[in-house]
T-cell receptor
Framework: GAVVSQHPSWVICKSGTSVKIECRSL??????MFWYRQFPKQSLMLMAT?????????EQGVEKDKFLINHASLTLSTLTVTSAHPEDSSFYIC??????????????????FGPGTRLTVL | AQSVSQHNHHVILSEAASLELGCNYS??????LFWYVQYPGQHLQLLLK??????LVKGIKGFEAEFIKSKFSFNLRKPSVQWSDTAEYFC???????????FGKGTRLHILP
């Protein structure tokens, strides 16, 4: 299988504090992990792509100083929401790519998703 | 930039009805296509995927999707839905050589018992 876990599953914090969310691939190595944000009743919005050992690539409109991403090992990526405010309250989901492989000349990319972390900032 | 459109935001069906959820993408090159499902209170799960070969793809729980390249479509189908299919369904696309998966806005499916 390909299992991705996130910790914590939910967190409540005061405005102005920082919150760290962990994403782990439990039974495979993930050179690339992704962080998404999901607003209520909306789709997943890609925030950033995280490659092991290098700086994350942020999507347009996502503040890199606000959402710090670290991918220190092949099984762990962390997202730190710094100086959180109520508008940062959301559902944060990570995914991990098991590894692209060339099949019949095509690159195959499947991501496995974590269960998500619900952040509530008071 | 590539994008994914899901035509139906909210679908309500009775059990045993047939289902078709529309999905179109905008990208002229080689794509990988996915349908994900998110059951209430649970995380995203892959229903099925297309990356090459037979354009008619069969997934879990009786779902299938057909890739029609000329129409840039990847519609999801199920001949007879069950109450347990109540969930949100996301179509997603990944383009050749790109890590990112782009999601559609999702379709909320509600099955009446």
């Amino acid at each position: 299988g390909a299992v991705v876990s996130q910790h914590p599953s939910w967190v409540i914090c005061k405005s102005g504090t920082s919150v760290k969310i962990e994403c782990r691939s439990l039974d495979f190595q993930a050179t690339t992990m992704f962080w998404y944000r999901q607003f209520p009743k909306q789709s997943l919005m890609l925030m950033a792509t995280s490659n092991e050992g290098s700086k994350a690539t942020y999507e347009q409109g996502v503040e890199k100083d606000k959402f710090l991403i670290n991918h220190a090992s092949l099984t762990l990526s962390t997202l730190t929401v710094t100086s959180a405010h109520p508008e940062d309250s959301s559902f944060y989901i990570c995914s991990a790519r098991k590894g692209a492989r060339r099949l019949a000349g095509e690159l195959y990319n499947e991501q496995f998703f974590g269960p998500g972390t619900r952040l509530t900032v008071l | 930039a590539q994008s994914v459109s899901q035509h139906n935001h909210h679908v309500i069906l009775s059990e045993a009805a047939s289902l078709e959820l529309g999905c179109n993408y905008s990208y002229g090159g080689t794509v990988n296509l996915f349908w994900y499902v998110q059951y209430p209170g649970q995380h995203l799960q892959l229903l099925l995927k297309y990356f090459s070969g037979d354009p008619l793809v069969k997934g879990i729980k009786g779902f299938e999707a057909e890739f029609i390249k000329s129409k840039f479509s990847f519609n999801l189908r199920k001949p007879s839905v069950q109450w347990s299919d109540t969930a949100e369904y996301f179509c997603a696309v990944n383009t050749f050589g790109d890590d990112k998966i782009i999601f559609g806005k999702g379709t909320r499916l509600h099955i009446l018992p």
